[in-house]
């Protein structure tokens, strides 16, 4: 099971096997199955088999999209709850009473599942034959990597690869030395300061009587006792006797909630189970964390009245159960499931220890220059010898480190991507277009005060970016935000991207021959909304024809020169052209953790002066919060890991690795240089590097020590 907890949840990990008994396990799979690729494909074989879908007619082969066509007619027609939109379907479905239906959920329950083992199984965790054993971690088991990396063999759903929900669980990149276990626990230090700021010291009558108010019922140290007889001869405290037979003491405004507390009976409206809660509410917020058994001895209570009010508390989120002390891990390291190791702790307190826990850690790190720095981000980029890639699927990983980044259109194929594939080939890029995996286009919108005021052309100086076409949606949003490209209202621009709208993705010539338009006008208008980030192409051949300087239309060649070049130079609107799509609705909290991922991705490390660089139109505060979240759930690592810059500063677990290498063998740095042109990722100089800011142009170019 993958499941995917928010801030909001708190639950046991122990309830979830009872989620399943074995006289549900078959219904429950069954209406599980119905909207899952097992049935469609299992629907499908059925059909063919029973001749109701043929394969092949007329001596020739039905082809699939048809037969597919065909299976969907049949279903909508048979099991009409199936095909249904699952969003109208109120409670179970029905299986009906007929062949093909009875014979698809038999299959997809004892061929595609093991239904019977499952039920075999749940009847043997019943009878106490079978354990479970629950860890809570911040990212999934090994044991789970096989099905969240199967991708489409796993055929969990039918939606595209990148839009499996298995891409939702996140996997790192490298393994470091320590235990997953590990990854984001509080320390002992933070346990222990959390403890002394929290623990209660009264130095006068009225603080203590404050203090029981809170606590509703609690026993009295012994330097408590000078106080507590002076609130007493005032009658402001009481005290009364527990289940164990001790004494606690409670105020005298909480009589009657002390009162249907001990008496399980509910008085003067205050039941016995709101007494409850209120009482372990106030232990838990003035000594955190503590077991069940600790509860029990400060608050005298019955042990079945404390675990039901524990489970109150965590339902409304209060109360968090774990283990956060030393010797509970260690107890628990011996014994997993021995009970009386779980702690429990207010979420507020464990928000403390938490982030005492994170300032430690940040202290641990030492941080380095920006010119190392620099040289750990030559071999992260692939810039260096030793770390370059190869083929088109180095291309694609290139591009998915660096999407969202806009420089050049001319300086993306000679100056950023052979700079970092071994012997860059453009059959590479162009694959990857044609395929649907990459995209390229204008991120951000030029500035423009009246939409319908013409914009410059492109050229081989545009700024554009190369995205993976899967990450455009949120790409788009994290980089305009509410900023919107000018939409002109007439002119050649707006006929096109009426045209492209009504007909969607289409060639120059076909724009030419809807708009009734000159192939020079079309070619000028495609561009120009390229330029205003409105329209993208599935090519790059078309950048490639501006970068090198071909500008001349085949129209406006003689035919004789026309037909001898068409192959070997081809116009500036090669390729198919269609609009930007919208940028997709996400939470705000969500788009800044994607944009961090990427930047993570991109620089290995974060901080302010790096992402100002990029003038992002997520504000650097919503960044910094997401990469706290995710410092908190173990995917990044805080501190101070370059030198002379202000702000926090957050790292992949390996890259952190690799600057405390590069810090030590920095006695002995190498001294041969790479060149970079201006237009490259890597051009900081003036914002990392000390210096004047290079131009980010092609023809400039700037040299860092490897």
Same mark, same amino acid.
């Given at each position: 099971?993958?499941?995917?907890?928010?801030?909001?949840?708190?639950?046991?990990?122990?309830?979830?096997? /009872?989620?399943?008994?074995?006289?549900?396990?078959?219904?429950?799979?069954?209406?599980?199955?119905?909207?899952?690729?097992?049935?469609?494909?299992?629907?499908?074989?059925?059909?063919?088999?029973?001749?109701?879908?043929?394969?092949?007619?007329?001596?020739?082969?039905?082809?699939?999209?048809?037969?597919?066509?065909?299976?969907?007619?049949?279903?909508?027609?048979?099991? &009409?709850?199936?095909?249904?939109?699952?969003?109208?379907?109120?409670?179970?479905?029905?299986? &009906?009473?007929?062949?093909?239906?009875?014979?698809?959920?038999?299959?997809?329950?004892?061929?595609?599942?093991?239904?019977?083992?499952?039920?075999?199984?749940?009847?043997?965790?019943?009878?106490?034959?079978?354990?479970?054993?629950?860890?809570?971690?911040?990212?999934?088991?090994?044991?789970?990597?096989?099905?969240?990396?199967?991708?489409?063999?796993?055929?969990?759903?039918?939606?595209?690869?990148?839009?499996?929900?298995?891409?939702?669980?996140?996997?790192?990149?490298?393994?470091?030395?320590?235990?997953?276990?590990?990854?984001?626990?509080?320390?002992?230090?933070?346990?222990?300061?959390?403890?002394?700021?929290?623990? &209660?010291?009264?130095?006068?009558?009225?603080?203590?009587?404050?203090?029981?108010?809170?606590?509703?019922?609690?026993?009295?140290?012994?330097?408590?006792?000078?106080?507590?007889?002076?609130?007493?001869? /005032?009658?402001?405290?009481?005290?009364?006797?527990?289940?164990?037979?001790?004494? /606690?003491?409670?105020?005298?405004?909480?009589?009657?909630?002390?009162?249907?507390?001990?008496?399980?009976?509910?008085?003067?409206?205050?039941?016995?189970?709101?007494?409850?809660?209120?009482?372990?509410?106030?232990?838990?917020?003035?000594?955190?964390?503590?077991?069940?058994?600790?509860?029990?001895?400060?608050?005298?209570?019955?042990?079945?009245?404390?675990?039901?009010?524990?489970?109150?508390?965590?339902?409304?989120?209060?109360?968090?159960?774990?283990?956060?002390?030393?010797?509970?891990?260690?107890? *628990?390291?011996?014994?997993?499931?021995?009970?009386?190791?779980?702690?429990?702790?207010?979420?507020?307190?464990?928000?403390?220890?938490?982030?005492?826990?994170?300032?430690?850690?940040?202290?641990?790190?030492?941080?380095?220059?920006?010119?190392?720095?620099?040289?750990?981000?030559?071999?992260?980029?692939?810039?260096?010898?030793?770390?370059?890639?190869?083929? *088109?699927?180095?291309?694609?990983?290139?591009?998915?480190?660096?999407?969202?980044?806009?420089? *050049?259109?001319?300086?993306?194929?000679?100056?950023?991507?052979?700079?970092?594939?071994?012997?860059?080939?453009?059959?590479?890029?162009?694959?990857?277009?044609?395929?649907?995996?990459?995209?390229?286009?204008?991120?951000?919108?030029?500035?423009?005060?009246?939409?319908?005021? /013409?914009?410059?052309?492109?050229?081989?100086?545009?700024?554009?970016?190369?995205?993976?076409?899967?990450?455009?949606?949120?790409?788009?949003?994290?980089?305009?935000?509410?900023?919107?490209?000018?939409?002109?209202?007439?002119?050649?621009?707006?006929?096109?991207?009426?045209?492209?709208?009504?007909?969607?993705?289409?060639? *120059?010539?076909?724009?030419?021959?809807?708009?009734?338009?000159?192939?020079?006008?079309?070619?000028?208008?495609?561009?120009?909304?390229?330029?205003?980030?409105?329209?993208?192409?599935?090519?790059?051949?078309?950048?490639?024809?501006?970068?090198?300087?071909?500008?001349?239309?085949?129209?406006?060649?003689?035919?004789?020169?026309?037909?001898?070049?068409?192959?070997?130079?081809?116009?500036?609107?090669?390729?198919?052209?269609?609009?930007?799509?919208?940028?997709?609705?996400?939470?705000?909290?969500?788009?800044?953790?994607?944009?961090?991922?990427?930047?993570?991705?991109?620089?290995?490390?974060?901080?302010?002066?790096?992402?100002?660089?990029?003038?992002?139109?997520?504000?650097?505060?919503?960044?910094?919060?997401?990469?706290?979240?995710?410092?908190?759930?173990?995917?990044?690592?805080?501190?101070?890991?370059?030198?002379?810059?202000?702000?926090?500063?957050?790292?992949?677990?390996?890259?952190?690795?690799?600057?405390?290498?590069?810090?030590?063998?920095?006695?002995?740095?190498?001294?041969?240089?790479?060149?970079?042109?201006?237009?490259?990722?890597?051009?900081?100089?003036?914002?990392?590097?000390?210096?004047?800011?290079?131009?980010?142009?092609?023809?400039?170019?700037?040299?860092?020590?490897?």
């Amino acid at each position: 099971m993958v499941i995917s907890l928010g801030p909001h949840h708190s639950f046991p990990l122990a309830d979830v096997p /009872r989620y399943l008994t074995p006289d549900t396990i078959r219904t429950t799979l069954t209406q599980a199955v119905l909207d899952q690729p097992i049935f469609q494909s299992r629907w499908r074989w059925n059909l063919n088999r029973s001749l109701v879908v043929l394969r092949f007619r007329g001596g020739k082969k039905v082809p699939p999209p048809l037969q597919r066509m065909q299976s969907d007619d049949m279903l909508a027609a048979v099991f &009409p709850g199936a095909a249904a939109c699952q969003e109208n379907v109120t409670g179970p479905i029905e299986v &009906p009473d007929h062949p093909l239906p009875r014979q698809t959920v038999h299959d997809a329950l004892t061929e595609a599942l093991d239904g019977e083992g499952l039920a075999e199984l749940w009847r043997r965790v019943g009878e106490g034959e079978v354990r479970f054993h629950f860890v809570d971690s911040t990212e999934p088991s090994l044991l789970a990597h096989e099905i969240l990396t199967a991708r489409p063999y796993a055929f969990l759903d039918d939606g595209e690869a990148v839009d499996r929900r298995t891409n939702a669980v996140p996997l790192r990149r490298g393994m470091p030395a320590t235990p997953p276990q590990q990854y984001g626990r509080v320390t002992q230090e933070a346990v222990e300061r959390v403890r002394a700021e929290i623990e &209660p010291a009264p130095t006068t009558p009225d603080e203590l009587h404050d203090l029981l108010a809170m606590l509703v019922l609690a026993s009295c140290p012994e330097e408590w006792r000078e106080l507590l007889e002076a609130l007493q001869q /005032r009658g402001r405290v009481a005290s009364t006797e527990v289940a164990d037979g001790s004494t /606690r003491w409670h105020t005298a405004e909480a009589t009657t909630t002390v009162r249907a507390l001990l008496a399980d009976a509910d008085i003067d409206g205050c039941t016995a189970e709101e007494a409850a809660t209120q009482v372990l509410r106030g232990h838990l917020e003035v000594a955190s964390p503590l077991t069940e058994g600790d509860l029990v001895r400060r608050t005298g209570l019955r042990p079945g009245r404390v675990a039901s009010g524990l489970a109150a508390l965590e339902s409304e989120g209060f109360a968090i159960q774990g283990r956060y002390t030393e010797r509970a891990v260690d107890t *628990a390291a011996d014994e997993p499931d021995d009970p009386t190791t779980v702690e429990w702790s207010s979420r507020r307190l464990l928000a403390r220890m938490h982030s005492y826990s994170r300032a430690q850690r940040r202290r641990r790190v030492e941080p380095v220059t920006a010119q190392q720095f620099m040289r750990f981000a030559l071999g992260f980029q692939h810039v260096t010898g030793s770390t370059r890639l190869t083929g *088109a699927a180095g291309v694609a990983q290139v591009i998915g480190q660096l999407q969202g980044y806009e420089t *050049a259109a001319g300086a993306w194929e000679q100056h950023v991507l052979a700079r970092r594939v071994r012997d860059y080939q453009p059959g590479w890029l162009d694959r990857l277009c044609h395929q649907g995996e990459v995209t390229w286009l204008r991120l951000r919108p030029p500035p423009v005060d009246d939409p319908d005021r /013409r914009v410059a052309g492109a050229s081989k100086a545009t700024p554009v970016s190369l995205v993976l076409r899967a990450d455009l949606p949120w790409l788009l949003a994290a980089h305009r935000g509410d900023a919107v490209p000018p939409m002109p209202e007439r002119g050649a621009v707006a006929e096109l991207i009426e045209v492209l709208g009504e007909r969607g993705a289409c060639f *120059a010539s076909e724009l030419a021959g809807e708009t009734g338009r000159l192939p020079t006008d079309i070619e000028a208008a495609l561009w120009e909304g390229m330029a205003r980030g409105l329209i993208v192409s599935d090519g790059f051949e078309s950048v490639r024809a501006v970068a090198s300087g071909r500008k001349q239309s085949r129209s406006q060649r003689p035919r004789l020169s026309r037909l001898r070049t068409a192959e070997r130079h081809p116009t500036e609107t090669a390729g198919r052209w269609s609009l930007v799509p919208p940028p997709a609705d996400v939470e705000r909290d969500e788009l800044a953790e994607a944009l961090a991922d990427q930047l993570l991705a991109r620089w290995g490390v974060v901080f302010y002066d790096l992402v100002a660089h990029e003038h992002p139109a997520i504000r650097w505060r919503d960044l910094q919060w997401a990469l706290r979240r995710m410092e908190d759930r173990g995917l990044v690592s805080g501190g101070r890991f370059v030198r002379g810059f202000s702000g926090e500063q957050f790292a992949l677990p390996q890259a952190a690795e690799a600057l405390k290498a590069m810090r030590r063998d920095s006695a002995t740095e190498a001294e041969r240089t790479v060149c970079l042109s201006g237009a490259d990722p890597l051009n900081l100089t003036g914002v990392i590097l000390p210096g004047d800011r290079v131009p980010a142009r092609a023809p400039e170019s700037f040299e860092l020590p490897t």
